[in-house]
């Protein structure tokens, strides 16, 4: 921690300064319009495309199909990552971001469910209508991947798990809708873009300015600590010879690593069209830029680690890397939550994760 607040006032004597000329109506407005619309519309494109890749696996299974289908997979969790921290609003309602994503999956229930569904060919779990109905953790991405990547999924190309690929259609077509539902939720000019936008005392979300600007700020801080404490910690552990490969998310599927860096790329979106830098004055503008700066960082660090998650336990350039990438994301997550509210005079918050 104390490595990283050196970098980053080593960073403050190096950037430029920045002029105060943009309102927090504006960085708002920007974040909604050049990041967070774009970034749910590419998560239900995305969705739709898995959808039509399995429904074609499924109705004629071959290796080429179920490649296809495995690597339409490795872009939805990519357009997922960079979204799936915009939890205001329409992905906070009806369940839909654990209808996503149940992570992280304790003792491994949801985990059970998902192979326990597999196993007996539940039928109730083989449409998308009656799926949606069902726990959680059989829903989602985790599922997805299991169906798609787990023990026995290679039987799906050869034409013999007709019952698995129906499940992992399923769970496609089920994404996808509420993929949809999130976005017209952020499109609609009447929800969330509208209050966000407008500040008011009768706002249910936001009465002031001040409340405005800490959407935003909390959704980032929580977001580096979610990254941390969930991503990173369980996997890492204190040492190369005690990390948990099988606790990553995305592990099957060879997605731990490009999940973190789809996470850092939509952070790196969505604060550089809110351009915080530019409604402080220039003091602190330069620390909101050595933020920026090593959250860049961390993104080159990410970059440069293409190894699966279980070959990074035994390449001591990787795990030095990701070791790096997680100091600088603890740093970013604790200036978020202290020094990045107080230079806009907010109190300091609950963490998204007190009570877990």
């Excluded at 357009?79 to 654990?98: C, K, M, T, Y």
């Excluded at 800490?214 to 990173?232: P, S």
């Amino acid at each position: 921690m104390r490595i990283l607040i050196a970098a980053l006032l080593l960073a403050l004597a190096t950037l430029p300064a920045a002029t105060q000329d943009r309102t927090i109506d504006d960085a708002i407005e920007a974040a909604i319009e050049e990041a967070i619309r774009p970034g749910f519309a590419a998560f239900e494109a995305e969705a739709h495309s898995m959808a039509q890749a399995v429904a074609t696996l499924c109705a004629s299974p071959s290796d080429a199909a179920m490649e296809a289908s495995r690597g339409r997979f490795d872009s939805l969790v990519d357009a997922w990552g960079r979204v799936e921290f915009i939890r205001l609003g329409p992905l906070s309602q009806d369940n839909r971001l654990e209808r996503i994503l149940f992570w992280p999956d304790r003792r491994g229930r949801g985990l059970n469910q998902i192979q326990a569904v597999i196993a007996t060919g539940d039928e109730t779990a083989l449409s998308a209508d009656t799926l949606a109905g069902k726990s959680v953790a059989v829903q989602g991405l985790a599922a997805l991947e299991y169906a798609l990547f787990g023990t026995g999924s290679d039987q799906i190309a050869a034409g013999q798990a007709s019952e698995r690929c129906a499940y992992a259609l399923a769970i496609s077509r089920n994404v996808s809708t509420i993929a949809g539902a999130v976005h017209d939720g952020w499109q609609a000019e009447s929800g969330i873009a509208l209050l966000w936008r407008n500040p008011a005392d009768d706002n249910p979300l936001f009465r002031d300015e001040g409340e405005q600007i800490n959407g935003l700020v909390k959704l980032v801080g929580d977001a580096f600590e979610i990254i941390k404490v969930q991503r990173i910690d369980p996997v890492l552990r204190d040492d190369a010879a005690s990390m948990r490969p099988k606790s990553a998310l995305f592990w099957r599927s060879d997605n731990w690593v490009p999940s973190l860096a789809a996470n850092i790329a939509g952070l790196q979106a969505l604060v550089d069209a809110a351009d915080l830098q530019a409604t402080v004055d220039q003091e602190r503008a330069r620390f909101i830029g050595a933020m920026n700066f090593e959250l860049a960082n961390a993104a080159r660090a990410l970059g440069r680690t293409s190894l699966p998650v279980q070959a990074i336990a035994e390449d001591d350039e990787a795990y030095d890397r990701m070791t790096y990438v997680r100091l600088v994301v603890d740093g970013l997550a604790t200036v978020s939550a202290t020094r990045l509210k107080e230079i806009y005079d907010l109190s300091p918050g609950f963490s998204s994760l007190d009570g877990d």
